[in-house]
């Protein structure tokens, strides 16, 4: 007869691999990331020491640091619980997609692309063939979040959509360019090729189109233009880690940790939400309608692109907690190439033609970039990032944004009226996919040689 120890471990065994896939299709929650990480995505981190703490990870704040003397983040420092996990998340790329991405070289790119577009479009059970790294990425991905209220994310989508359809693009260049500011987090655009304006503008194109997508009706459910979008986002990404940690020439991961990793990731899951959040916390006031909504659809989105649970959260005070120790656990650190970023960024050309009126328009684009950007910074800090912003530029800012502001407030206007809410929702759904078709089709992979590893 076994023993209950021997029956217990039989039990176990048979169990924990049902376990395991359960938890996966929950989505990342567990705060022993480095144990999931091995274990979903083995060919990727079993190799890795992820128990290092790499240079840029830090867990007192430096003399640079804005927020130095900020007593509420010295206590979160204290909690080396906390500190732990924002540790191993430093180190967290996306495993479900990181595993299938390493696969990608055994498949060929194109045949795991095709199955890839066919998996988004129809649904995993549309490809027979698709290995099991795949599977198990669009498992999780087609098993919507309990806590996910459709009806928030479709009044977040209604109320984002004539903003979306007014601002185009006037503030994707300086969104960009913050993430720039730092060099632990502007490595990989370096060496994957993003220092040309050329492949500043796919860049753009690439991640805007996700957000313009994901205001538009149904974007964001199961086979939706912007679900799509995000299955294509999160393998590309992959794509770059998988690359990038198969070349240590190239990439010291004692310095510089996993490619693209979560906490990089937090600046386009959550800086609306915090921003919402922190508004709200300093007027010691509940979320507004609009707000709640804004928050829903924006945490969903990060779930599809595969943000841990941490990244998750409609609470104020996590969403804030969750932003102040992403910032006072990265070091900072000045990189030329952040300059050449910032330099290829500002000039790339996201115009249709070269007529002169879209070369204006251009050129009051880069001039409303500039005067944003040392304004967010600070005049210093983009002087150091080779942005030097006259105070001329004030026109263009004005020039490309008044014009927005009246008719952001002339079109609410009539969307308070009978029948206004229609007309104006309809004027906005196809200002947007007009904007979509003129920027074209969005590629979503690397500028690897079709994602063939290269020695270096």
Same mark, same amino acid.
């Given at each position: 007869?076994?023993?209950?120890?021997?029956?217990?471990?039989?039990?176990?065994?048979?169990?924990?691999?049902?376990?395991?896939?359960?938890?996966?299709?929950?989505?990342?929650?567990?705060?022993?990331?480095?144990?999931?990480?091995?274990?979903?995505?083995?060919?990727?981190?079993?190799?890795?020491?992820?128990?290092?703490?790499?240079?840029?990870?830090?867990?007192?704040?430096?003399?640079?640091?804005?927020?130095?003397?900020?007593?509420?983040? !010295?206590?979160?420092?204290?909690?080396?619980?906390?500190?732990?996990?924002?540790?191993?998340?430093?180190?967290?790329?996306?495993?479900?997609?990181?595993?299938?991405?390493?696969?990608?070289?055994?498949?060929?790119?194109?045949?795991?692309? #095709?199955?890839?577009?066919?998996?988004?479009?129809?649904?995993?059970?549309?490809?027979?063939?698709?290995?099991?790294?795949?599977?198990?990425?669009?498992?999780? $991905?087609?098993?919507?979040?309990?806590?996910?209220?459709?009806?928030?994310?479709?009044?977040?989508?209604?109320?984002?959509?004539?903003?979306?359809?007014?601002?185009?693009?006037?503030?994707?260049?300086?969104?960009?360019? $913050?993430?720039?500011?730092?060099?632990?987090?502007?490595?990989? $655009?370096?060496?994957?090729?993003?220092?040309?304006?050329?492949?500043? *503008?796919?860049?753009?194109?690439?991640?805007?189109?996700?957000?313009?997508?994901?205001?538009?009706?149904?974007?964001?459910?199961?086979?939706?233009?912007?679900?799509?979008?995000?299955?294509?986002?999160?393998?590309? /990404?992959?794509?770059?880690?998988?690359?990038?940690?198969?070349?240590?020439?190239?990439?010291?991961?004692?310095?510089?940790?996993?490619?693209?990793?979560?906490?990089?990731?937090?600046? *386009?899951?959550?800086?609306?939400?915090?921003?919402?959040?922190?508004?709200?916390?300093?007027?010691?006031?509940?979320?507004?309608?609009?707000?709640?909504?804004?928050?829903?659809?924006?945490?969903?989105?990060?779930?599809?692109?595969?943000? /841990?649970? !941490?990244?998750?959260?409609?609470?104020?005070? !996590?969403?804030?907690?969750?932003?102040?120790?992403?910032?006072?656990?990265?070091? /900072?650190?000045?990189?030329?190439?952040?300059?050449?970023?910032?330099?290829?960024?500002?000039?790339?050309?996201?115009?249709?033609?070269?007529?002169?009126?879209? !070369?204006?328009?251009?050129?009051?684009?880069?001039?409303?970039?500039?005067?944003?950007?040392?304004?967010?910074?600070?005049?210093?800090?983009?002087?150091?990032?080779?942005?030097?912003?006259?105070?001329?530029?004030?026109?263009?800012?004005?020039?490309?944004?008044?014009?927005?502001?009246?008719?952001?407030?002339?079109?609410?206007?009539?969307?308070?009226?009978?029948?206004?809410?229609?007309?104006?929702?309809?004027? #906005?759904?196809?200002?947007?996919?007009?904007?979509?078709?003129?920027?074209?089709?969005?590629?979503?992979?690397?500028?690897?040689?079709?994602?063939?590893?290269?020695?270096?």
């Amino acid at each position: 007869m076994p023993t209950m120890e021997e029956l217990a471990s039989s039990v176990h065994a048979l169990i924990w691999p049902y376990l395991r896939i359960q938890e996966v299709l929950m989505g990342y929650s567990t705060r022993n990331v480095s144990q999931m990480q091995k274990s979903i995505a083995p060919s990727v981190y079993a190799a890795l020491d992820l128990d290092l703490e790499p240079e840029r990870f830090r867990t007192e704040l430096g003399d640079n640091s804005i927020i130095k003397n900020n007593p509420r983040i !010295q206590s979160l420092l204290q909690d080396k619980d906390k500190i732990e996990l924002f540790r191993q998340l430093t180190l967290m790329g996306d495993p479900l997609a990181d595993a299938f991405a390493a696969r990608i070289p055994e498949l060929g790119y194109k045949s795991a692309r #095709a199955m890839l577009d066919k998996a988004a479009e129809q649904g995993i059970d549309s490809v027979p063939d698709a290995p099991e790294e795949l599977v198990r990425l669009m498992r999780t $991905m087609e098993t919507t979040p309990p806590w996910v209220d459709w009806d928030l994310i479709d009044k977040a989508s209604e109320n984002s959509r004539l903003l979306t359809a007014l601002t185009g693009e006037a503030i994707i260049r300086v969104a960009f360019m $913050m993430t720039y500011v730092n060099g632990y987090q502007g490595l990989p $655009m370096v060496i994957t090729g993003a220092l040309t304006s050329d492949s500043a *503008a796919k860049r753009m194109k690439e991640t805007i189109s996700t957000f313009k997508l994901a205001t538009l009706p149904g974007a964001l459910r199961q086979g939706g233009v912007a679900y799509q979008s995000a299955v294509k986002v999160r393998v590309m /990404h992959a794509m770059v880690r998988t690359s990038l940690l198969k070349r240590p020439k190239v990439w010291d991961y004692s310095v510089y940790g996993v490619p693209i990793p979560q906490v990089d990731q937090m600046g *386009a899951a959550l800086a609306p939400s915090y921003m919402m959040a922190l508004w709200a916390l300093k007027k010691g006031s509940k979320l507004t309608d609009y707000q709640t909504a804004a928050i829903e659809q924006s945490r969903y989105l990060a779930s599809l692109l595969g943000m /841990h649970d !941490q990244f998750l959260s409609n609470q104020p005070e !996590q969403i804030v907690e969750t932003w102040n120790l992403c910032q006072a656990t990265l070091r /900072h650190k000045s990189d030329q190439r952040g300059r050449d970023l910032n330099s290829a960024t500002i000039n790339a050309y996201r115009r249709g033609n070269r007529k002169w009126y879209n !070369q204006l328009i251009h050129r009051m684009d880069v001039k409303s970039t500039q005067f944003m950007y040392s304004r967010m910074v600070g005049k210093r800090t983009a002087k150091e990032m080779g942005v030097d912003s006259p105070i001329t530029d004030v026109l263009s800012f004005a020039g490309l944004f008044a014009p927005i502001g009246v008719g952001f407030g002339a079109l609410s206007v009539v969307k308070a009226l009978p029948g206004g809410r229609g007309l104006v929702d309809g004027y #906005a759904i196809k200002e947007i996919q007009r904007q979509l078709a003129k920027e074209g089709s969005a590629e979503y992979r690397t500028n690897d040689n079709e994602y063939k590893i290269k020695s270096v």
